[in-house]
């Protein structure tokens, strides 16, 4: 779709002149906007370059990201892994050795499909991003239109490649998605407290799509791991400032297992009003994503509870930094940037998602020889492995990464004026993940209770 | 053909029942030309968005409605998104579900199903008027809201995609067209459904619907013993004003192929069709257009220069209420305040010194005399 | 599900906890609407600067006296130290209240009512971004206040798991609905208020200035407004959007109340508080359309709302 001005205000003037010839000025005029319908939309591959040498003309690249607000807690954690990358594949000397990356960052705010949009009219060649689930299945059938391939770094709504975009080309993601991670806390807490011990089951989650369908699979995956009952699910409102009544309703019910996909602030609020309520000694909470709090959770909230939190495909303190120097080297730069406390989960979806398409495009150069076209990359990046300092990823033929997932024990540590996980756990992706093509419900389905 | 007549001493032709003169017609022509040659200019600029406009157009098509009620019957709707909403989610309940591909089947959806929330909600909050009224179109609005949000059917917050079909999106004319054609042709939809909306509006705010409603606007009472059907009248009224929001939350959806709650159902949206209609001029018809794209435009470019861009909205907000009250078509209008105040400038250039003092003055004098009633508050008068 | 009975009482405080932050909110509103006749769409603002101001008021004050001395006396004096961060914090929300009503509002009485919302949603704008200004885009907290004052035992004593502070809050919150009522039924100043709510005009004629009337209620609901702040934000912490929700559930409380009914007001704010909290309790999906539900309800059965509108009695 790659359309230079030049040709496109040419043929328009050339069109406007005929038309203004056959039926006067007016009509050429209201007839201008058409131009858009009469050029031929579907040139040369964006992007693509017809082959030889590889220019040094610097990539632009768009990110699509919470910058502000409340989903900033995560959102900033993605630009900044992201940024981190770009900088360290630039300090290389870019794409290629030639082709550095320009990252142009926008907030994900209440127009998504606006930003991504105005990313493709300015011919990014590659997009990464959302973060949140319902931007992500908005953009993905755009990404699939616009062929400029997009890896995301969260939005890991489990339906997006078997309903939204069932058979998709050139949209990607690298995160692990929601069914990876709420198996891995169902797995976590028969690990931890026996599946005998488990009999009662609630739920306290986000009040939106993303809350609900993680109970939704939590209630799935536990009731054939375990004869649980589900005693009570709440869902307070984002940003809910009170959550008192749920505490009570779980103080109520005592459950064996409380389950959470509370983040960022919210899950502070409900910490601090659990404890307050003794909710600990009633229950044990495990959480999806309560480690994204990590920095932001204080250290008196945290005394005396009982939480384990998964931390999707990135944990910084796995490998222990002491023996795993990449670790070490990625924590100590992330720590040095700005509103990074500690880097969590979603920093590693931004720095992984800008590493899945770098190092494939550059597996890609190898073979080819030249710089490729967007649909060359994207059949490499199915498929693809790579190395982060999280470890081994590999994007499956689904387009959807499979990487180690980590849970833990959620700690607070004075040291480092921020949570911590203890006693860390690891899941294999094929422990959490449906194999290629199985969607996630069919396949909880057919595990054996 | 147009057909000429005489309006008060100045030649004027007559149309379809629309009587324009010869100054109106051009800026008609112009302003129709206008609206058709935009995807070209956005085309050549990099900060104006054809999306972006085109939302502004859709939002400002719900206020034209909006302001059938504002305008004559001097009743605040703050509920307005309630239909944009029901629209928007009837056209993609009907993508999703019944597998409905045609354009022109999704919008007959998306009005049936305006025209019967309005009907509801009209019986239920025309019972009241001033706040009250305001406050309960807002409750059912975010009634509609907190349903959206709940029901899994629809999505949640996540919202539906209007995807449907093998071709995975709306066909216009039975044909799947690419991305950026059917951003193009969806838009001249737009264009072409404004026009036929604001001449309808014209005709009935020419009629003696309009007159009646204008008495009921002005004096209840008097109207119900005059023999108008106060209630009847008023409830027709709304639901027009909900078929317009309807329509375009029908658009909205055909064009973004997603509906969210948060942009088409939350109070704000009510909130911004409202103020659209003001910030246009609600003493006009094509005022609330003009309102809902500078809006839109406004809030659109604002977070793209600023992080304070409600602050910037807000300004402007303040200044359209102490400057400009008639809104922007009704201040530029011969005899409007900008006309008179350029008129000021241009023979006395000495005279914006002056506008400068008095504003300033008149702030002092305000802060001055808030912080005596402070003292009053606080200390009693001594 | 079996609801034990002290769930079901914690259950029932917790919605009148909710429902007194509420009734501070919506408290102002009604009698700003019932006097002015203005729908303050900034409340939520004035709540939400309420809560940002009271977190550096409580750091302020915690910073002077310490951390909780043991003993009575030493919680004693940290409780009153906390009451008076709240009525500090209230207070610097009375000039606020004053410019608004004397700079911007009174100069639009006369006109439609339209302007009305379109100048307090203006002000509703810029009051979110002058925050974002000034304290930034992420949330900001308190932590000190909500463990210190939970670490003093009262519901324990009878047996009950129940926090302090939401204790606090009740007490706190009852005893201003005391002083509202006995304002407006006991002193002058709320007599002329009352007075001029009935008939502006013969208030007018008996000598009563109602542009400081109307000063003195809006700074009033102001002052109320940042109280409420000052209270809801020590278990949570404070966030630009955080006026949104209270703003539209104080809209539901008055509507349910009867437009300017200050007894409305506290009956629809616990009836909403403690619906809302049974909601959650028994059917935790219907948590956010509950309180449009019954006003929609109670609309149709009542038009006017429960108590009609204000002055005749508080």
């Known amino acids: ?449 | 053909m147009p057909e000429r007549v005489d309006r008060d001493g100045t030649p004027a032709y007559r149309f379809l029942g629309v009587e324009v003169t010869r100054r109106e017609a051009a800026f008609l022509v112009l302003g129709v030309v206008f609206l058709f040659v935009i995807p070209d200019i956005a085309s050549l600029s990099d900060s104006l968005q054809l999306s972006v406009i085109h939302q502004g157009l859709l939002f400002g098509f719900a206020a034209v409605g909006l302001n059938l009620l504002l305008r004559h019957t001097k009743l605040t709707s703050f509920g307005h998104a309630a239909f944009f909403g029901t629209g928007a989610y009837a056209t993609a309940v009907l993508a999703r579900y019944a597998g409905v591909q045609s354009v022109g089947l999704l919008l007959l959806g998306a009005i049936a199903a305006a025209t019967v929330m309005a009907a509801i909600i009209g019986v239920l909050s025309l019972r009241h008027t001033g706040l009250y009224f305001a406050l309960l179109t807002l409750a059912f609005g975010q009634l509609l809201y907190a349903i959206a949000l709940g029901q899994s059917a629809l999505g949640g917050s996540d919202g539906l995609p209007i995807r449907p079909g093998p071709a995975n999106q709306p066909l216009l004319f039975g044909t799947a067209f690419s991305p950026d054609v059917y951003q193009v042709l969806t838009y001249y939809l737009t264009v072409v459904v404004i026009l036929i909306g604001l001449f309808v509006m014209y005709r009935i705010t020419q009629s003696p619907f309009r007159n009646a409603l204008d008495a009921i606007g002005q004096e209840r009472t008097r109207a119900r013993f005059i023999g108008l059907p106060v209630r009847r009248y008023v409830w027709a009224a709304f639901v027009i004003s909900g078929i317009y929001g309807g329509v375009a939350g029908g658009l909205y959806a055909v064009v973004r192929q997603y509906v969210r709650p948060e942009g088409t159902l939350f109070f704000l949206r009510s909130g911004d069709i409202l103020f659209m209609t003001i910030l246009g001029g609600f003493r006009t018809l094509v005022g609330p257009l003009i309102g809902g794209v500078v809006l839109i435009f406004l809030q659109d470019v604002g977070q793209d220069i600023t992080q304070y861009y409600e602050f910037l909205t807000g300004v402007v907000l303040l200044i359209l209420v102490y400057g400009f009250p008639r809104g922007i078509v009704g201040s530029l209008r011969s005899g409007g305040i900008v006309n008179t105040r350029l008129g000021e400038l241009r023979r006395e250039p000495s005279v914006l010194s002056a506008w400068g003092r008095s504003a300033a003055q008149s702030l002092e004098r305000k802060v001055t005399e808030a912080m005596t009633s402070l003292r009053i508050i606080l200390f009693g008068v001594d | 599900m079996a609801v034990t009975p002290t769930a079901a009482l914690v259950q029932t405080l917790n919605g009148i906890q909710f429902g007194f932050i509420l009734f501070m909110i919506a408290s102002g509103l009604t009698v700003i609407l019932g006097i002015l006749d203005v729908l303050n769409l900034a409340h939520g603002e004035l709540f939400s600067l309420g809560a940002y101001t009271a977190i550096g008021v409580f750091g302020f004050i915690i910073g002077i006296i310490g951390p909780p001395g043991g003993g009575v006396v030493g919680t004693a004096v940290f409780v009153l130290a906390v009451l008076a961060a709240v009525l500090v914090t209230a207070a610097i929300l009375l000039p606020v209240g004053t410019l608004f009503e004397a700079v911007f509002l009174r100069q639009i009485y006369d006109r439609d009512q339209v302007y009305q919302l379109v100048l307090t949603f203006a002000l509703l704008l810029i009051l979110l971004d002058v925050k974002k200004f000034i304290w930034g885009d992420s949330s900001i907290r308190t932590d000190a206040v909500y463990s210190a004052i939970n670490t003093i035992p009262t519901s324990e004593l009878v047996g009950l798991n129940y926090p302090t502070y939401n204790v606090f809050v009740i007490l706190v919150g009852s005893a201003v609905v005391v002083g509202l009522f006995w304002f407006f039924e006991r002193t002058k100043t709320g007599r002329i208020i009352r007075a001029t709510a009935i008939d502006r005009e013969m208030a007018t004629a008996i000598g009563v200035s109602t542009d400081r009337v109307f000063t003195l209620v809006f700074a009033l609901g102001a002052f109320l407004a940042g109280f409420a702040g000052a209270m809801a934000v020590p278990p949570t912490s404070a966030t630009l959007e955080m006026g949104t929700n209270p703003l539209v559930l104080s809209f539901v409380v008055i509507v349910i109340g009867g437009l300017g009914s200050l007894r409305g007001a506290f009956v629809g704010a616990l009836l909403v508080g403690v619906i809302r909290s049974w909601m959650i309790t028994l059917y935790p999906p219907g948590e956010i359309a509950a309180p449009f539900a019954i006003m929609a309800l109670i609309l149709l059965v009542k038009p006017e709302g429960l108590f009609g509108t204000w002055g005749e009695t508080a």
């Open chain 1, 1 to 449: 779709m790659k359309r230079t001005t030049t040709d496109h205000d040419s043929e328009g003037i050339g069109r406007r002149q005929l038309l203004s010839a056959v039926g006067g000025s007016a009509v050429a005029a209201a007839l201008a906007g058409c131009s858009t319908l009469l050029s031929d939309g579907e040139a040369a591959d964006q992007g693509g370059q017809s082959g030889g040498e590889i220019s040094d003309e610097p990539i632009q690249a768009g990110l699509l990201t919470f910058t502000r607000g409340a989903p900033g807690v995560l959102g900033i954690q993605a630009q900044r892994g992201a940024e981190l990358a770009v900088q360290r594949i630039n300090d290389a000397g870019g794409i290629g050795g030639q082709r550095e990356i320009e990252l142009d960052v926008v907030n994900e705010g209440s127009n998504p499909l606006d930003s991504y949009n105005q990313f493709i009219e300015e011919e990014k060649e590659v997009t990464f991003g959302p973060i949140s689930s319902g931007t992500h299945s908005q953009i993905a059938p755009e990404v699939e239109k616009n062929e400029v391939i997009n890896v995301s770094t969260d939005g890991t709504v489990t339906t997006l490649y078997e309903e939204t975009v069932p058979d998709p080309t050139y949209s990607f993601r690298f995160q692990n998605y929601d069914i990876m991670e709420v198996v891995t806390m169902a797995r976590e807490a028969v690990e931890r407290i026996g599946a005998d011990n488990i009999s009662t089951v609630a739920g306290v989650n986000p009040g939106y799509s993303f809350g609900e369908d993680e109970m939704r699979v939590f209630t799935q995956a536990i009731q054939k791991l375990t004869d649980a009952e589900i005693v009570y699910e709440g869902f307070p409102e984002l940003g809910a400032s009170d959550m008192a009544n749920h505490i009570t309703s779980i103080n109520n019910e005592e459950p064996d297992v409380t389950f959470s996909s509370l983040w960022g602030g919210d899950v502070t609020t409900f910490v601090r009003q659990a404890n307050a309520n003794d909710m600990f000694e009633n229950t044990t909470v495990f959480g999806t994503t309560l480690y994204s709090a990590a920095g932001d959770v204080p250290g008196d909230a945290l005394a005396g509870t009982d939480i384990y939190s998964g931390s999707r495909n990135y944990y910084w303190g796995l490998p222990a930094l002491g023996n795993w120097q990449p670790g070490r080297e990625l924590f100590d730069a992330a720590t040095q940037q700005e509103s990074v406390t500690v880097p969590t989960a979603h920093y590693m979806s931004g720095y992984g998602a800008v590493t899945a398409w770098a190092t494939a495009v550059e597996k890609a150069i190898d073979l080819l020889g030249t710089y490729p076209s967007q649909e060359q990359i994207a059949q490499v990046l199915e498929g693809h492995g790579f190395f982060t300092p999280a470890g081994y990823h590999n994007i499956a033929e689904d387009h959807q990464g499979a990487s180690n997932s980590f849970a833990g024990q959620m700690v607070y540590d004075d040291d480092l004026g921020a949570a911590r996980l203890e006693d860390v756990n690891t899941y294999a992706a094929t422990e959490t993940a449906p194999p290629p093509g199985v969607t996630g419900s069919d396949w909880l389905d057919s595990w054996s209770a």
